[in-house]
């Protein structure tokens, strides 16, 4: 049952600063949408979440990210050891091309250095139930991840990042290349994760954010310097959100007059 605090997180690519400093309670058991107009910083955002923004080159954040007490960017924190217990799913489906259904699952397991056949098994099995894939695919384990629907890859994603069984989920706009039955399973799937799981989701929709989140962080971009800077204008309950946004720039951007 995880919760994250987020205390003055600024993400910087180089020294340019990507978003300003960020203040942001994500409660556990939720999911917690973030949404915004392109270029917000919603994904620089997500992926500082689980340290994996600084894996791009000359990228770095500061501030904390506590993961019930711990700071992940505290000294001599292992980002390997966050990633695992922060996992994460992309925009597009990702298959590992050369690896069978199986593998695809079991990748991670096999870097924590899982190698026994029948924990391997056990434990792919009830990742991909818990991604509710299990029946469509327990024929055809052999078969390349990559020959999948593209709901089926990203619930086989899914899969991928729970076998390790992480406390926070992060997904960055995982349905904005699936149609509309695949999206609806995924957020159908979404919701019952929850109960599990901590999620946090970018997502480009603000419809699907109304379905299917607890809570809503609305990003926008402030020009105002001269230099263009994502900025969180609001976080709150996605009803009170959608229904009675405390800041203007949240009502225009729902009401689609900007963004």
């Given at each position: 049952?995880?919760?994250?605090?987020?205390?003055?997180?600024?993400?910087?690519?180089?020294?340019?600063?990507?978003?300003?400093?960020?203040?942001?309670?994500?409660?556990?058991?939720?999911?917690?949408?973030?949404?915004?107009?392109?270029?917000?910083?919603?994904?620089?955002?997500?992926?500082?979440?689980?340290?994996?923004?600084?894996?791009?080159?000359?990228?770095?954040?500061?501030?904390?990210?506590?993961?019930?007490?711990?700071?992940?960017?505290?000294?001599?924190?292992?980002?390997?050891?966050?990633?695992?217990?922060?996992?994460?799913?992309?925009?597009?489906?990702?298959?590992?091309?050369?690896?069978?259904?199986?593998?695809?699952?079991?990748?991670?397991?096999?870097?924590?250095?899982?190698?026994?056949?029948?924990?391997?098994?056990?434990?792919?099995?009830?990742?991909?139930?818990?991604?509710?894939?299990?029946?469509?695919?327990?024929?055809?384990?052999?078969?390349?991840?990559?020959?999948?629907?593209?709901?089926?890859?990203?619930?086989?994603?899914?899969?991928?990042?729970?076998?390790?069984?992480?406390d926070v989920l992060l997904l960055d706009e995982p349905c904005?290349?699936?149609?509309?039955?695949?999206?609806?399973?995924?957020?159908?799937?979404?919701?019952?994760?929850?109960?599990?799981?901590?999620?946090?989701?970018?997502?480009?929709?603000?419809?699907?954010?109304?379905?299917?989140?607890?809570?809503?962080?609305?990003?926008?971009?402030?020009?105002?310097?001269?230099?263009?800077?994502?900025?969180?204008?609001?976080?709150?309950?996605?009803?009170?959100?959608?229904?009675?946004?405390?800041?203007?720039r949240t009502e225009s951007y729902i009401s689609g007059r900007?963004?």
């Open positions: 049952m995880s919760s994250m605090t987020i205390t003055k997180l600024a993400p910087f690519y180089g020294k340019r600063q990507a978003v300003k400093a960020v203040d942001m309670q994500i409660a556990a058991n939720e999911i917690t949408a973030i949404i915004g107009p392109s270029g917000c910083g919603k994904s620089t955002v997500l992926r500082c979440l689980n340290r994996m923004h600084e894996t791009i080159l000359g990228a770095r954040a500061t501030g904390s990210v506590m993961l019930d007490g711990l700071d992940i960017y505290g000294a001599n924190i292992d980002a390997a050891l966050i990633r695992r217990r922060v996992g994460m799913v992309f925009q597009q489906p990702v298959a590992f091309r050369t690896r069978n259904i199986y593998e695809n699952v079991a990748a991670g397991l096999r870097l924590q250095g899982l190698t026994k056949k029948a924990d391997l098994d056990q434990a792919v099995e009830e990742a991909l139930k818990a991604a509710v894939l299990w029946d469509e695919v327990k024929d055809v384990l052999n078969k390349q991840g990559s020959a999948l629907s593209g709901g089926q890859q990203q619930r086989l994603a899914i899969a991928r990042a729970l076998a390790v069984k992480p904005s290349a699936l149609d509309p039955i695949a999206t609806a399973n995924i957020e159908e799937l979404l919701a019952q994760l929850k109960k599990a799981l901590t999620i946090v989701i970018v997502t480009h929709s603000m419809q699907q954010a109304a379905r299917i989140s607890d809570q809503t962080a609305v990003f926008m971009v402030d020009t105002s310097s001269g230099n263009a800077i994502g900025e969180l204008v609001e976080k709150s309950s996605t009803a009170d959100v959608f229904t009675n946004p405390s800041d203007p900007v963004g």
